[in-house]
């Protein structure tokens, strides 16, 4: 069972928005930066974004991250087919001494 | 451009050890920690643990501390992961990536980027 909550899917239609929550708690979202992780079937995870908007060369600003307290997010505008994946949160947690991930979300661009 | 190249797939008895390795280049190897992560199969992502980049301090899963090991060694770039008395629900794919783990004034910052291609871990009798 994962540390940090995610909804299992999301989906849009081309062109929508679609937003993934991830949860945690003071030990690791609310105190630690969250990033975010996109995995194609078959392939390893990339850094995607990070909730300071922080973004690797390459990623488009269709992405953006965010944090409220102890939730963070990951918005995806103007969806595309190729956005089609499992998207991961991920933070480092005080108390476990450990990186935790969330349990996924596979986006399905309808 | 950065690469970490990981070992192909084992396929290992119950009871027995692995041995998964990630050769990294395109980066001064000693400025960045390595984090590996498993994957079960149909699974999400599991932390198995990481290594230092400048001094090879640990931490390690506490599902995973006493199996598992790692290493780095500088002189040829590459990161080591030992996983001791495999179980059957040890199969995953296996990944290596590069990270910067530093605790600064906003809190803990932990990133990695890029990952390895993976490795398979397949145990089975």
């Known amino acids: 069972q994962s540390v940090l909550s995610q909804p299992p899917s999301a989906s849009g239609t081309t062109g929508q928005s679609v937003t993934i929550s991830c949860s945690g708690s003071?030990?690791?979202?609310?105190?630690?930066?969250v990033y975010w992780y996109r995995q194609f079937s078959g392939t390893a995870p990339k850094l995607l974004i990070d909730?300071?908007?922080q973004r690797p060369l390459g990623v488009p600003d269709r992405f953006s991250g965010s944090k409220s307290g102890t939730s963070a997010s990951l918005a995806i505008s103007d969806l595309l087919s190729e956005d089609e994946a499992d998207y991961y949160c991920?933070?480092?947690?005080?108390?476990?001494?450990?990186?935790?991930f969330g349990s996924g979300t596979k986006v399905t661009v309808l | 451009q950065v690469q970490l190249l990981q070992s192909p797939a084992e396929v290992q008895m119950p009871g027995t050890s692995v041995i998964v390795s990630c050769a990294a280049s395109?980066?001064?190897?000693?400025?960045?920690?390595i984090t590996w992560v498993r994957q079960a199969p149909g699974q999400g992502l599991e932390w198995v643990g990481w290594?230092?980049?400048?001094?090879?301090?640990?931490k390690y899963s506490r599902r995973l501390q006493g199996r598992v090991t790692m290493t780095k060694d500088p002189s040829t770039n590459t990161a080591h992961l030992e996983l001791r008395r495999l179980r059957p629900d040890d199969t995953a794919v296996y990944y290596c990536?590069?990270?910067?783990?530093?605790?600064?004034?906003?809190?803990?910052?932990?990133?990695?980027?890029?990952w390895g291609q993976g490795t398979l871990v397949l145990v089975s009798s």
């Open positions: 991920a933070a480092w947690d005080d108390s476990l001494d450990a990186t935790v």
């Open positions: 395109g980066y001064k190897f000693t400025n960045y920690g």
């Open positions: 003071s030990s690791n979202i609310g105190r630690n930066t």
């Open positions: 290594i230092s980049a400048s001094n090879g301090n640990t």
């Open positions: 909730t300071y908007n």
């Open positions: 990536a590069r990270t910067e783990l530093v605790r600064g004034r906003r809190g803990v910052d932990n990133w990695s980027d890029p």
